[in-house]
């Protein structure tokens, strides 16, 4: 048997960078391979060679598919042939119904006029197909992130897809959302289409997966049956080093409480009668990590954002810092305090993607480089100089625009600008969310060495490994209540899910 696909020798550069350097995969119908590595190993690069967004011709190598040259001109040409791609960032129109979105290019015409009859009927056996139960007329924007996920997916399957390729599908998706998308791509493998999956969740790419490729700095390290591999192998071949503990606990110091938050109460944005958070008080010492968990809605970043400031919402509460209280009535009043929030959601409400690295991670702290409304370029370049030394900010130089950096790296930039404004609490937000293995490990060694400077820090995570490997403490929260303060010693996941859903408070 031939197989579906087959990428040989592909190489792709970027002015002098060398983003694949002769890498090769092969798929066979109905198989699922998943592509592992670093931010910024190639794995995105590579597909879009393969769909067509980077043409033939602006790489060396060959493509064959279904037994024939494949030389795209651009993603129609790819579409065409079967091939979809749900990319990490999704490309619906929100403010098109589901049916608009699903024909939108290739709308179903009779006598020249469009058939809405027939396209509803097609929409509604895309939506059984992908497990969608909505109607084709609900606006895209009023579904969730995972149902939207599911509309991209049917529109694939709508160019009668073979070969579907799923970029960090589940990256903002719920849990329940992140099964019914795999157990989705489980049954698409059995009727015969082929997937190609990427993603740093390794559990899902161990249990999803045929074979998985591993690819680092653009050079492929090789590709097993992943029934042969563990997720430490995995890693190992990412990495080009054993990891052998992913949370590097480091000891330190945990001081007195520095700050205290009282009876903090939040409102929906849209609908003031529902509550999002419900008379929640806590304390944070100084030099202590506070892990944040509880499953998604229960409320923890709009804790912290009514802490910060920037809760857009009614919300009432207060907080008080070394003994003496302080009003957060903007981010801008937190930071001044020496409050510092890095987002949940980087790419919308953390970087400012035309801007430079230099200037994202300076935009903070200006006034540190301004006299009499002029800003001293020597002296913000030198800062930020240091700061991406410090905080190993990988990127050619701090003039490129920040957009062109990997998730982590980002990431690291967004640290870097909140703590040139030196504060004595910062929070995290889903610190660790979309960014590879290695990334993850040395943001986690810089948390450590922030805290053994006796900077506090609240993490919020929906990763319990990560809440438990990284924790001095950890609130559970659940809609909207804070369920359990409990001291990070033979904690355990099962432990924090049943906090979370037990009808009292623990302490």
């Known amino acids: ?20 350097d002769g890498v090769s995969i092969s798929l066979n119908k109905g198989e699922v391979l998943s592509l592992c590595g670093e931010n910024g190993s190639g794995k995105s690069t590579l597909m879009k060679v393969l769909c067509g967004i980077y043409p033939h011709g602006s790489y060396e190598g060959e493509i064959i598919y279904k037994g024939k040259k494949l030389e795209p001109r651009n993603i129609s040409d790819t579409e065409q042939l079967g091939i979809g791609i749900i990319h990490q960032e999704l490309t619906l129109v929100k403010e098109l119904s589901i049916l608009e979105n699903l ?107 045929d074979k998985i490729c591993v690819i680092r700095d653009g050079v492929p390290i090789g590709t097993r049956e992943a029934a042969d591999m563990t997720t430490d192998d995995i890693v190992t071949m990412m990495v080009g080093r054993e990891m052998k503990q992913l949370f590097p606990r480091e000891e330190h110091d945990i001081g007195e409480v520095i700050l205290e938050v009282k009876n903090v109460n939040a409102w929906d944005k849209a609908n003031s009668a529902i509550p999002k958070v419900r008379n929640a008080s806590f304390e944070l010492r100084k030099g202590e990590i506070l892990g944040v968990s509880g499953l998604v809605g229960a409320g923890r970043t709009e804790l912290m954002e009514c802490l910060y400031g920037c809760y857009q919402g009614k919300h009432e509460g207060k907080y008080f810092l070394n003994g003496q209280e302080i009003k957060t009535a903007s981010s801008r009043d937190a930071l001044v305090a020496g409050i510092a929030m890095v987002p949940e959601d980087r790419k919308r409400n953390g970087i400012v993607p035309i801007m430079s690295v230099g200037k994202n991670m300076s ?43 990997s998730g982590g790296n980002q990431q690291k930039a967004i640290l870097a600008r909140f703590l040139m404004v030196t504060p004595s609490i910062l929070i995290l937000d889903e610190p660790t969310r979309g960014i590879d293995v290695g990334a993850k490990y040395e943001i986690y060694k810089l948390m450590f060495e922030l805290v053994k400077t ?30 359990g303060n409990l001291v990070n010693e033979n904690l355990s996941q099962e432990i924090i899910m049943n906090c979370a859903l037990s009808e009292g408070v623990v302490a």
Do not use: W
Request: hydrophobic content about 45%.
């Open 454 to 483: 006796g900077l506090s820090i609240i993490m919020v995570s929906s990763e319990l490994p990560e809440v438990l490997g990284i924790s001095d403490r950890v609130l559970v929260m659940h809609e909207g209540i804070i369920k």
């Open 103 to 209: 024909f939108l290019g290739s709308e179903l015409c009779k006598f020249g006029i469009m058939d809405f009859e027939l396209m509803h009927y097609e929409a509604e056996i895309l939506l059984k197909k992908v497990r969608l139960s909505v109607s084709p007329e609900t606006k895209v924007g009023d579904l969730g992130v995972g149902q939207q996920q599911l509309v991209e997916i049917a529109k694939a399957l709508s160019k009668n897809a073979k070969l579907l390729v799923l970029d960090e599908p589940t990256a903002p998706l719920t849990e329940s959302e992140t099964e019914i998308l795999l157990n989705l791509v489980t049954e698409l493998r059995d009727s015969g289409v082929s997937c190609i999956y990427i993603s740093h969740k390794l559990s899902e790419v161990k249990n999803i997966s």
């Open 363 to 405: 935009l903070a702290a200006l006034d540190q480089f301004t006299s009499a409304g002029i800003v001293n370029d020597t002296l913000e370049a030198n800062k930020v100089a240091d700061s991406a030394k410090r905080l190993t900010v990988k990127t050619p130089n701090t003039e490129i625009p920040i957009s062109s950096l």
């Open 1 to 20: 048997m031939h197989p579906l696909l087959e990428m040989n020798n592909i190489i792709k550069c970027f002015g002098p960078v060398k983003a694949l």
